[in-house]
Nanobody, 128 residues
C-alpha cells in the first residue's frame, strides 16, 4: 500500500504559477498511475491530470496547455506545475494513486474511483 504526502501550493495572483509535489512511499511506484485531483468549495471533486508509470500523461480540458504533470520514478515523486493560474483553479489539490498493476505502466485513469490511495491535500488559492 502506497502512502502519499503533498507539498507546495499556497496563494498566488491570477496569471501566476505554482508547483505542487507528491512524495510516495511503501509501494512499487512505477506500477501506479498517479493523478492530481481538485475540489473547490461546494463543487464535486474533479480529475485534473494523470500520468502513467511509463510517463504518458493526460489532462482535463480545463487545464490543458497550462498545467504539466511529471514524475520521477527514481525518487518516487510526482509534480504538477501550474502556469497561468485562474481564480477558478482555486481548490484543494490532492495527489492520488491507481494500482499497483502493470496496466498502469501505460494507462492513465480519468475515473476518480480508480484512484485508491490519496494524500491529505494541499490548498491552492488564486486571487483575481
Amino acid at each position: 500500500q502506497v502512502q502519499l504526502v503533498e507539498s507546495g501550493g499556497g496563494l498566488v495572483q491570477a496569471g501566476g504559477s505554482l508547483r505542487v509535489s507528491c512524495a510516495a512511499s511503501g509501494g512499487a511506484f512505477n506500477f501506479y498511475a498517479m493523478g492530481w485531483l481538485r475540489q473547490a468549495p461546494e463543487k464535486e471533486r474533479e480529475w485534473v491530470a494523470g500520468i502513467a508509470g511509463g510517463g504518458f500523461a493526460k489532462y482535463s480540458d480545463s487545464v490543458k496547455g497550462r498545467f504539466t504533470i511529471s514524475r520521477d520514478n527514481s525518487k518516487n515523486t510526482v509534480t504538477l506545475q501550474m502556469n497561468n493560474l485562474r481564480s477558478e483553479d482555486t481548490a484543494v489539490y490532492s495527489c492520488a494513486a491507481a494500482g499497483p498493476e502493470s496496466l498502469y505502466l501505460t494507462v492513465v485513469p480519468r475515473r476518480i474511483p480508480e484512484y485508491r490511495y490519496w494524500g491529505q491535500g494541499t490548498q491552492v488559492t488564486v486571487s483575481s
